[in-house]
């Protein structure tokens, strides 16, 4: 049930965008942080990007930096990742999840808070 709201995501060439929709349980959502996080066949999975949902200042990963805008929707429940300039290393299925809050700055790690993972949302990228 958790883990399962992730939807958006599709088949673009090289240059397209995407905007990924993280529609989070309440259970999930508390979390002060939250993030989205990507897995390719064959690779690990890795932190792309998270934001602290009580104040909105987020963190990147260094490959979609200047690409990539992480939001929320504090009222919905909701958390967004805009996808601009798409690149075909980015292919791979996209979850949200919660991440570590760095308490000393209150701001957001892109290390994931989780153990449990849900259908995520298919990105694909063709060049």
């Known amino acids: 049930q958790v883990h399962k709201m992730e939807s958006g995501g599709g088949s673009v060439q090289a240059g397209g965008s995407l905007r990924l929709s993280c529609a989070a349980p309440?259970?999930?959502?508390?979390?002060?942080?939250m993030g989205w996080f990507r897995q390719a066949p064959g690779k690990e999975r890795e932190g792309v990007a998270s934001i602290y949902t009580g104040g909105g200042s987020t963190s990147y990963a260094d490959s979609v930096k200047g690409r990539f805008t992480i939001s929320e929707d504090n009222a919905k429940n909701t958390m967004y990742l805009q996808m601009n300039s798409l690149q075909p290393e980015d292919t791979g299925m996209y979850y949200c999840?919660?991440?570590?809050?760095?308490?000393?700055?209150?701001?957001?790690?892109?290390?994931?808070?989780?153990?449990?993972w849900g259908q995520g949302t298919q990105v694909t990228v063709s060049s």
């Open positions: 999840a919660p991440a570590y809050e760095d308490t000393q700055s209150l701001s957001c790690t892109v290390v994931a808070a989780t153990d449990y």
């Open positions: 309440g259970d999930t959502y508390s979390s002060n942080c």
